[in-house]
């Protein structure tokens, strides 16, 4: 089944696990983080505040149904792999 944490650790990276709740809770937040962003530019306060509720009510048609891993390098400081678990 799907894991959280870390699932391997290699000489030169780390194989990080999300599980699928994790990764929908991190799409809906980030999702919704952008849409408040660019509403609160394009009319302030308010208009960012329905941009982030209108963001979440789409993105939840939009849930992955599988969870997530990625490979963090430490020595270049960037993601070098990811996929499906």
């Given at each position: 089944?799907?894991?959280?944490g870390i699932?391997?650790?290699?000489w030169?990276s780390?194989r990080?696990?999300?599980?699928e709740g994790?990764?929908?809770?991190?799409?809906?937040?980030?999702g919704a983080?952008?849409?408040?962003?660019l509403?609160f530019l394009?009319?302030?306060?308010?208009?960012?505040?329905?941009?982030?509720?209108?963001?979440?009510?789409?993105d939840?048609h939009?849930?992955?149904?599988s969870?997530w891993w990625?490979?963090?390098?430490?020595?270049l400081?960037?993601?070098t792999?990811?996929g499906?678990?």
């Amino acid at each position: 089944m799907w894991e959280n944490g870390i699932l391997a650790i290699r000489w030169n990276s780390v194989r990080v696990g999300l599980d699928e709740g994790l990764t929908n809770d991190i799409l809906h937040g980030g999702g919704a983080g952008a849409g408040f962003y660019l509403g609160f530019l394009a009319g302030g306060p308010a208009a960012g505040a329905v941009v982030a509720i209108a963001t979440v009510v789409v993105d939840r048609h939009l849930d992955t149904k599988s969870g997530w891993w990625f490979d963090y390098n430490v020595y270049l400081r960037r993601v070098t792999n990811f996929g499906r678990q």
